[in-house]
């Protein structure tokens, strides 16, 4: 069975730092495209950062500069290290593993098939 679990969330204030960390479990992740996405209150979910088996990333524009996606396939573990954070980067903060070993960059969140249950990031103004 497989399992994504998240940390590394929390409260922060603007122009804070904090870093994400998804743990797969169940089975091997090094051939396969992960991301993160997030989904704000009342918002509905947005890709925020892709990687590829190869390393190849992907950034929507809105992190661009302040977020970066990196992995760790001896952990099965992918990242997320977010900085300058602003109160607009509120929201639960899900990673995504595509199923099929494929070195590609996905955006939607239709092209995933394994989901974390989220973690809470919150910055104050």
């Known amino acids: 069975q497989v399992q994504l679990v998240e940390s590394g969330g929390g409260l922060v204030q603007a122009g804070g730092s904090l870093r994400l960390s998804c743990a797969a479990s169940g089975r091997t992740f090094r051939s396969n495209a992960m991301a993160w996405f997030r989904q704000a209150p009342g918002k509905e979910r947005e890709f925020v950062a892709a990687i590829s088996r190869s390393g190849s990333i992907w950034y929507a524009d809105f992190v661009k500069g302040r977020f970066t996606i990196s992995r760790d396939n001896a952990k099965n573990t992918v990242y997320l290290q977010m900085n300058s954070l602003k109160p607009e980067d509120t929201a639960v903060y899900y990673c995504?593993?595509?199923?099929?070993?494929?070195?590609?960059?996905?955006?939607?969140?239709?092209?995933?098939?394994?989901w974390g249950q989220g973690t809470q990031v919150t910055v104050s103004s």
């Open positions: 995504a593993v595509k199923a099929a070993d494929a070195d590609l960059l996905i955006s939607r969140d239709r092209g995933y098939d394994y």
